[in-house]
Nanobody
Framework: QVQLVESGGGLVQAGGSLRLSCAAS????????MGWFRQGPGKERELVAA????????YYADSVKGRFTISRDNAKNTVYLQMNSLKPEDTAVYYC????????????WGQGTQVTVSS
């Protein structure tokens, strides 16, 4: 069982930056692929960034490429999402999720953290 707790959300002006953190419990965190999802008002949830268990392979949605960076510190059981050059359309609840099999099936989810970008 893995528990995930996000932090770092908040209100920021367009062009600003935030860093989200996701702290995981459980000894097997380092073997899990991890992802950051978001769900904006009236929108479907989307995967914005993902990392393999080692961090050696990453994925970014086109909408965040070049602005967001996913990273992880397996010694601290934590995955991060550095968000730069934020836009109002990045406003959403951001969730981290764990994929134990690294096969695209995210079986564990955090409670989410709100990110609001003002124009």
């Amino acid at each position: 069982q893995v528990q995930l707790v996000e932090s770092g959300g908040g209100l920021v002006q367009a062009g600003g930056s935030l860093r989200l953190s996701c702290a995981a419990s459980g000894r097997t965190f380092s073997t899990y692929a991890m992802g950051w999802f978001r769900q904006g008002p009236g929108k479907e949830r989307e995967l914005v960034a993902a990392s393999s268990w080692s961090g050696g392979s990453t994925y970014y949605a086109d909408s965040v490429k070049g602005r967001f960076t996913i990273s992880r510190d397996n010694a601290k059981n934590t995955v991060y999402l550095q968000m730069n050059s934020l836009k109002p359309e990045d406003t959403a609840v951001y969730y981290c999720a764990a994929d134990p099999q690294d096969g695209g099936e995210y079986g564990y989810w955090g409670q989410g953290t709100q990110v609001t970008v003002s124009s």
